[in-house]
């Protein structure tokens, strides 16, 4: 533990919030305790996604609490989801009946659909006994949508927002002119791949989709007939949500097969990606993502130090937990009540001063307004490239830094509020 | 032309890696009758074990050690367990086999961690094969099908012409009578076990440095080579050969055709209009349930396999 | 609850591999597809208009699970053993590589949600509430497994047992050993699904993990732990598969581990499973008394509880060293080193102790 007592001082005071300072606050004359269940896939093929969720969740916490004059603590529980609807079922039921009153974490659409239903309904079944769903990583963009819930608060911008940061980056480039879209035949790949077509119509109606593709999740082991159609397409530039082996093997299938073009990746910077291209990927890998490693500020580069000291096998490749922990900090200080719902209300409208600037968190749909970031993959130099990744010595360029404002986008959301 | 030619490579060069692992199983499930849940979970131990070694020797010394390290596990395992359970028959063999999937797949996340390890192919097999009408053959995949040739050769030269395999095929049809011939039936079926795991840990060895070495690569595979095996036929190498080739043509041509069922039906529309969700599938996407359609079709329609000696 | 829904899908496992020695890895398909049905009939509109009463919903899981029993189960049936195993795997794949290809139906991978107060209760209003819906999953999920029990005594049932033992000889008394596999298979079916329809009510969602190859692995498991012949074995075993999941899961992240290894432990030793093992160590305290008891088995506890021990240090040193915490240095990597030393010494010695007893 090796936080600077100077630098924390500067961002509690950020994080306090504008809004909090000027409310009288009750709280402070004792420490208050605020539980939360965390559900985390902490077993199986996406252990590495939910162990890196936990202990990024874990170090923020502590981050939180040791600030001087603290008066909130975050009691983190941990739960093993297991990526299992059914499971996730199980542990909700638990909770409730620990009288846990919030609930973070993440993983597959199932388990977080199945959270945000469970609580929605035990929220009608149970008035006074509410529960709070704070989701850090899911990113399907119906949660905020279709299926927007009052008591669903979204810290990471969702993948619309995503493509829309990354279609600005590519509307700018004037050497792109014929787009391959490929993607994991699933919810999250069609979502990509319906975004793109849609917002690189409206941006650059001159670009063509030359190709789509959507293939089978995790089953494909060679997909060098995918980059011969692709090369017979004539793309110069790829978008793809693929992640892990589905991304590795696509990048290097095209290396293979000499295929020159630019892959516009969701999760380039995650799951095994940079330790298995390597310089394969080098120039030709591009990121859309939430997290500068090379402008962290003060208090992120203390978090990220001691992140890599306790989990060094683990990377901090995810900025919303932080956003998370401030934003709850602030509504519960704005509030003065850890209830659920008086923190919602204060949360509903709130911005506050984010890891990468101002985030602001729409009331009509609880999704949050961040930051997001266009980066190539390179080799580190520790000035553009602070830091390799993933144990390699390649690490991401920041290309362009979209504000919150920049991909604020309409949403569809009719929400329930409760009176 | 030029396209399907390379495509054939492709798929032959995957193929051939189903190869090298169902081998090792068939030849294991007809001489012993064991069906080894754990053989993919052992091809992933030799990925990684590859990858260990390799950062200390190099690639090729990888290659050649891991698959041993394997083969030395598999023996132990098939001398200690296995030949205890084999009275109880063939069952308890199979759910203990299943009980290692688990423990290998678990173990492999303790020694080297949650994530993907960087194990790659070495620089020399980097390059390019060979430049057909514009299409580019990759070398790694050349090399693929170099080893996977290798091996086949070599059981084949080991099970049909040597004392050894004389003695295998013997104790295969009548142990007893092999016994009281004075050889030690159990160090065949030990040896046997060891080479067919060995044979897994080769894949693993070419496999993980070729794909991605992660802890999920076991079930990528798991169950696609009790395809090969069923669909290629009992205690048939040739089978398992045919049968890797096969399903790793189809899986990549129906990828890199172009059409969707809708399409291939055209002249019978109006026969199907409540059908119309499968009808809008792509090939493509159908592509990864067309093994598992041809293993059950073939136990039903045919038993014993395209080549098979004898009915499973 | 969770290990009275688990129980039943168990019981109807039991069916088929304890009794008739089908080993299956495709068993999830029935209690899926039971599900899925359960979940659809719990949303649909036409069948809340018309006065369905939510009691009866695992009866649509039964009958889903009833047809999917003729569909797959007639060429599964066919043959026994290792092919029986193979057929299933296969269909299990299969079936669940086509729930993610019609989103429309099965929801894609969110799988489909539903609301069990969707439907009016005949006893009562709405089964919304925890309390008011456990006894009627507690009544249905005995009833399920009182119907597997009780079949297991009627002649099908022992015709099973004949088939699994020797199916040849079954044949000379003229049954076709395929038939009478088949139809335990058409009494599994319908388990399984009403068990799934079951989860489908309390968890209030379904998914591709439903008919997964996970979901049948677990079955399988919680059987052969519980004790694939004895009456209360799944019971054993959904409760021991839960405990794990959930308390053991609180501790250790590895515990999915000491599942395996609980499992392999179990299909070496006691091939009878939990039950057995208790079972065989009452009768032996009966027939030994408490003083020859403890000499007889004091030994070999001793020696599993030492290895026991030594077992979870070294996984679980493992498990700190992969997942970070780099500051606590060396000394539990030689800590662990010593105690795989006791650990295999102590496991040769059990597996002696074991093997050389009566």
Known sequence: MCFRPNRRQIVSGLAAGVAAATFPLPLLAQTARLKIAQLEILSGGLAVLGETNARSVEIGAEEFNARPGQTLKLDIQLFDSKGSAQEAQAIFSQIADDGIRYVTGGGTSAVVVSLIDAISRHNERNPGKEILYLNHQAIDPDFTNGRCNFWHFRFDPHVFMRMEALTRFLAADKTVKQVFLINQDYTFGHQVQNSAKQQLAEKRPDVKIVGEELHPIGRVRDFSPYIAKIKAAGADTIITGNFGSDLVLLIRAANDAGLNVKFYTYYGNALGAPTALGEAGVGRMRLVTGMDLNALNPRMQAIHKRFKEKYPTLELFHAAYFDMIDMLGAAVKKSGSTE????????????????????????????????????????????AVKMGIEGTKFGYKTEAKYASADTRLPHSCVMKKPA | MDLAFVTLLNALSYGLLLFMLAAGLTLVFSLMGIMNFAHASLYMLGAYMAYSVSSQVGFWGGLVVAPVIVAGI?????????????????????????????????SVKLVWGLGAVDYRVPVELRGTLFELFGARFPMHKGFVIVVALLSLSAIWWLVVRTRTGLVVRAALANPGMVESLGHDVGRVFTLVFGLGVGLAGLAGAVGGAVLVTEPAMAAHLGTIIFVVVVVGGLGSIKGALIASVLIGTLETFLIALDVRLSDVLAPLTGLASGLDAVLALKASQVAPIMPYLLMVAMLIFRPRGLFGEREI | MQVWVLAAYAYSYQLLYGRAGMLSFGHAVYFGIGAFAAAHALNSKALATAGFPAEAVPLVGMAAGFTAAIVFGYPSTRRAGI?????????????????????????????????????????????????TLYPLLLAWSCLLILAALWVAQTPLGLLARGVRDNA?????????????????????????????????????????????????????????VGGPASAVGPLVGALALTLMQTALAKITHAWVFYYGLLFILIVLFAPQGITGVVASGVRTFGRLGPVGFTRGYGLAIAASAVAFAGGITVIETLFFRTTGQADEGRLPLLAALAAAGVTVAAGLWLARLVRGRP
């Open chain 3, 83 to 131: 092919p029986f195993a193979m057929v299933t795997l296969g269909i299990g794949e299969l079936v669940a590589a086509c729930f993610l290809m019609f989103p429309g139906f099965f929801g894609g991978e969110a799988g489909i949600s539903t609301n069990r107060a969707g439907l009016a209760g005949w006893l009562v209003q709405s089964y919304g509430r925890l309390p």
């Open chain 3, 168 to 224: 040849e000889r079954i044949g000379f008394f003229g049954f076709e050993a395929a038939e009478v596999r088949f139809k335990v298979m058409l009494i599994a079916g319908p388990i399984a699904g009403g068990a799934g329809a079951l989860a489908a009510m309390l968890y209030e969602i379904v998914s591709v993990e439903s008919v997964s190859l996970a979901t049948s692995a677990n079955v399988l498991l919680m059987t052969v």
């Open chain 2, 74 to 106: 598999g023996m132990v395992i098939e001398r200690y367990i296995l030949r205890h359970l084999h009275a109880r028959g063939h069952i308890p063999e199979l759910l203990f086999t299943f009980g290692l999937v688990l423990l290998i797949e678990e």
């Open chain 1, 340 to 383: 659920p719902l008086a923190v919602a209300r204060a949360m509903e409208g709130m911005t506050i001063e984010g890891v990468f600037g101002p985030v602001a968190m729409r009331a009509d749909d609880h999704q949050m307004m961040a930051p997001l970031f266009v980066q190539t993959f390179s080799p580190a130099d520790g000035k």
